[in-house]
């Protein structure tokens, strides 16, 4: 990989920077975060209340974070997966969720239309894809997924690892997540948000029946205060321990020719992601790159965010070689692009909420890897939560629990590691889960990717 570049391959062309705050302001709403979080709820503020006077304060640029470095697959699901929604929240409230879900991500498609944003979204579907037999499903137990066999699934997409795969055709949209980000930033200018960039918001304290933002140029006043802050340190200390970062990696090829193309098909453009506890995940790009990311999930001690942790070398040439088994037809093919970054993890593998300082406060955080949709419905609920009303999102499971905290170090670093130790042990032995998943499961943990 001597010629990849070390940036993410969804922002070549990133526009100008917004000018950072200057001086004192105040606001009805202020949002802190912009990447997904807290443009969706800028915007939506917006829409619901034009008159809203809205602030949006990012510390660095607009989705530079994970908003602009993940794969670009939009879900619908909001739990990580039926499984995993199921064994938090039962089956009667996980079917309530999947519906919300499903409307969360026809209202984004309708978003994009809506304000003609440029983030070539694709309603193609995800396939997931067995690769050793124990990941094979019963097609019996499928309600609206499609069934692929292994010729079928290599009629889709063709490699030699493939054993089957269930496509869902409806709950998953390829984008390019740079340029939602951007768009949806554009949309809520021009409905009135103010967007302030290079504006780190130091502190956050209650003041005389509003909320002040403490920044170093200048201090924000809003009545109510949206944290869209991912992973980064949370400004309520109730946070801290909920959350914590986990690195994952990206490869994106040379754009493929017309005859490396036909090669392997890919005639739908659907993403895919393999079905193990360890798995990669790979789309096309707009452009037909082939972007293949996943596989390690990184943790450093202490819940370090680092630059360096961005760009892992020993991660990449495993990437790189395992390129090489899932697609031989393509030997010799470059990469054009490396990067990595940090999700927000929690124990329950999906998103909690909540409010703070008399509902002035509201947050939403760990979407561990699936908030390119789930993020929108986050937004929602922070509003709900802020203006003090129930909604049938507040009224879920999903918002009115939240995950068992992380432990602190050396516990937390202890555990991940014998965790990630013990899902590659799993993957290979048939998926058995040994004592320590066990035991994560009876407590309410249960890790399963």
């Not at 090829?253 to 005859?259: A, D, I, Q, V």
């Not at 360096?308 to 393509?330: G, I, M, N, V």
């Not at 760990?366 to 949709?373: A, E, I, Q, S």
Request: proline share 5%; hydrophobic share 40%; net charge negative.
């Amino acid at each position: 990989m001597p010629h990849a570049v070390a940036r993410s391959g969804w922002s070549p062309a990133r526009p100008d920077a917004r000018p950072p705050l200057d001086g004192d302001a105040s606001c009805e709403l202020a949002v802190v975060g912009g990447g997904f979080s807290g443009l969706w709820a800028a915007l939506l503020a917006k829409e619901a209340n034009p008159d809203r006077d809205v602030v949006l304060l990012e510390g660095g640029r607009l989705a530079w974070a994970a908003t602009g470095r993940n794969g670009g697959f939009c879900a619908a699901s909001l739990t990580h997966g039926y499984d995993n929604g199921v064994s938090r929240f039962g089956e009667e409230a996980q079917t309530e969720l999947d519906r919300l879900g499903a409307v969360n991500l026809d209202q984004i498609e309708e978003t994009v239309h809506r304000y003609g944003i440029d983030c070539a979204f694709e309603r193609t579907g995800e396939v997931d894809v067995a690769t050793q037999p124990h990941q094979l499903v019963d097609p019996a137990t499928l309600s609206d997924e499609v069934y692929l066999d292994r010729d079928a699934v290599r009629a889709e997409l063709d490699s030699p690892t493939f054993l089957g795969g269930v496509w869902d055709k409806h709950g998953v949209a390829m984008l390019d997540p740079a340029r939602l980000a951007w768009g949806l930033a554009d949309a809520a200018e021009r409905l009135g948000v103010r967007i302030v960039e290079q504006t780190p918001v130091r502190e956050l304290h209650k003041a005389d029946g509003g909320i002040e933002l403490v920044t170093e140029r200048g201090t924000v006043r809003a009545e109510r205060v949206a944290l869209a802050t991912n992973i980064f340190p949370p400004l309520l200390q109730r946070l801290r321990l909920f959350c914590v970062p986990v690195y994952d990696y990206v490869l994106v090829t040379e754009p493929l020719s017309g005859e490396q193309l036909a090669a392997i098909g890919w005639q739908h453009r659907q993403g895919f992601g393999d079905s193990g506890n360890q798995f990669h995940y790979y789309r096309l790009t707009a452009d037909n790159r082939i972007l293949w990311g996943g596989y390690d999930a990184i943790y450093h001690f202490g819940r370090r965010l680092k630059a360096e942790y961005d760009d892992r070398p020993a991660t990449y040439r495993k990437l790189a070689e395992h390129f090489d088994t899932t697609f031989p037809q393509l030997a010799g093919i470059g990469f054009s692009h490396r990067w990595g970054g940090a999700i927000d993890t929690c124990t329950r593998f999906c998103a909690f909420f909540g409010a703070a300082y008399d509902h002035r406060v509201a947050y939403a955080l760990g979407y561990t890897g699936l908030g390119v949709g789930a993020t929108r419905f986050g937004a929602q609920v922070m509003l709900d939560l802020l203006d003090g009303v129930e909604t049938e999102r507040t009224r879920t499971p999903l918002v009115r629990t939240k995950p068992l905290p992380f432990p602190p170090e050396p516990l937390a670093f202890l555990g991940i590691e014998a965790t990630r130790r013990s899902l590659a042990h799993a993957d290979a032995h048939q998926g058995r889960r040994n004592l320590w998943l066990r035991a994560l499961d009876r407590v309410g943990l249960g890790f399963d990717s």
